[in-house]
């Protein structure tokens, strides 16, 4: 290759809404395309001299995009005189415009897994490593998730009561794609189905509700680069809060955010457990396990099984469930796919969208592939299952599959 170019996008797409044909790499094409819950992303690796052509492809498959209410952005990022010297990023709207050194320095570092088939030959000629040096796609590829903002204040002390919750954000440029408001909009989603207590509130203490910011996406062009919203929360974890800056750092794009401040209204004592700063916050960063946990009384027998790929997991009834379960279900594993992208992958490969069989005793949920660090994805399909328990349909057993560790 004279030179690789890489593609990146990320959209959100209507519940169910599927435009374009999902594609997986072959020895003609490095491109995935894969829907992972409502998102669909857009991976391509190819030659400099492509690069072109596949504009005036991808073109078609934003119109696309963009035809079936789909919200996001894509990107090209290229390796030229070194890692962060070439970078366009193209909207639903047909717009152009320039990355500059940073915002392709993070689309590099985020996608590290991916582009190494093709950076790590420029890396062995090079006499001095460069500062952003792609990992082989064996290793666990954790460094984007280890990335937030330069500006963070965290301030926050979990409580059963209800308080307010301030997040403020700026990034770095006005947001064109409406990712902002997409993610706010999925902290809401989550907080309403009571599955952001981890490990210290059960799912019935667990609550939030967004009363005012920004969910609808802003109108084309993008109206602003900081954001503010007001939440009442409820039983909210305090590792709860790695997810939020996990989530809203990125704005769907290359775009990381400049500065971020959540804040509490409650006092959040230094040392205290039920606390966090902006310190836990760093520390758990460093940790791909620190993220919220599975509460300890579900309410129903859990049995971890190992299996050999993917993941299945089998649920018991205790009454058979009503017809419109399995699509109630389905619909559910969507939020969590949604909740766990933001966690670290353990492997190379993309998430699909879950499979759900009824049997004639038991409910089966399957993934035929499952990249994700298993135990924090775990711990939240606990609580994500304590709510199918306590308001779909109550469980006797659930049997949890992953691959071994």
């Known amino acids: 290759m004279s030179w690789s170019a890489f593609w990146i996008g990320d959209f959100e797409l209507p519940r169910g809404v599927r435009p374009i044909q999902a594609r997986t790499p072959s020895e003609r094409s490095l491109e995935t395309i894969a829907y992972e819950g409502k998102r669909l992303r857009v991976r391509c690796i190819e030659d400099r001299d492509d690069v072109d052509q596949t504009k005036e492809r991808y073109r078609g498959l934003l119109a696309t995009i963009k035809k079936a209410k789909g919200k996001g952005e894509l990107a090209c990022i290229a390796w030229e005189d070194g890692p962060d010297t070439f970078g366009h990023a193209y909207t639903l709207d047909g717009d152009e415009r320039s990355l500059d050194r940073a915002a392709i320095a993070a689309l590099f570092e985020a996608n590290a897994a991916m582009m190494s088939v093709a950076i790590e030959p420029l890396l062995a000629s090079l006499s ?16 984007p998730f280890r990335r937030r903002p330069a500006q963070l204040d965290v301030a926050y002390c979990a409580s059963a009561e209800p308080q307010t919750l301030v997040i403020e954000i700026a990034y770095r440029v006005v947001i064109h794609n409406g990712m902002p408001e997409a993610q706010m909009r999925q902290v809401a ?5 009571g599955v952001c207590g981890g490990a210290e509130f059960a799912p019935k203490e667990s609550s939030g509700k967004v009363t005012s910011g920004p969910l609808a996406s802003s109108s084309p062009g993008g109206t602003s680069a900081k954001y503010r919203w007001t939440i009442e929360v409820r039983g909210m974890s305090p590792r709860y809060v790695r997810h939020i800056v996990s989530r809203m750092r990125f704005a769907g794009g290359p775009e990381i955010a400049r500065s971020m401040a959540i804040r509490g209204a409650l006092a959040a004592p230094a040392g205290d457990a039920a606390s966090v700063h902006t310190d836990d916050i760093d520390a758990w960063m460093a940790d791909d396990l620190a993220w919220a946990g599975a509460f300890p009384r579900p309410g129903f027998a859990i049995e971890d099984v190992v299996v050999k790929k993917g993941m299945t997991v089998r649920l018991v009834p205790a009454n058979p469930p009503a017809p ?3 699509a109630k279900l389905s619909e559910l594993m969507v939020e969590w796919l949604d909740a766990i992208v933001v966690m670290p992958s353990a492997t190379s490969g993309m998430l699909g969208r879950p499979q759900v069989k009824t049997g004639k005793k038991d409910v089966t949920i399957k993934l035929p592939v499952f990249p994700q660090v298993i135990k924090p994805a775990r711990d939240l399909m606990v609580n994500f299952l304590i709510h199918v ?5 109550p469980l006797v057993s659930v049997e949890l599959g992953f ?3």
Do not use: R, W, Y
């Open 189 to 193: 989603t989550h907080l309403s189905l």
């Open 128 to 143: 001095k490593p460069p500062a952003l040096a792609a990992p082989p796609p064996t290793t666990n590829v954790t460094t």
């Open 324 to 326: 419109d379960f399995a």
């Open 389 to 393: 328990h306590e308001k779909m349909c």
């Open 403 to 405: 691959p071994a560790a």
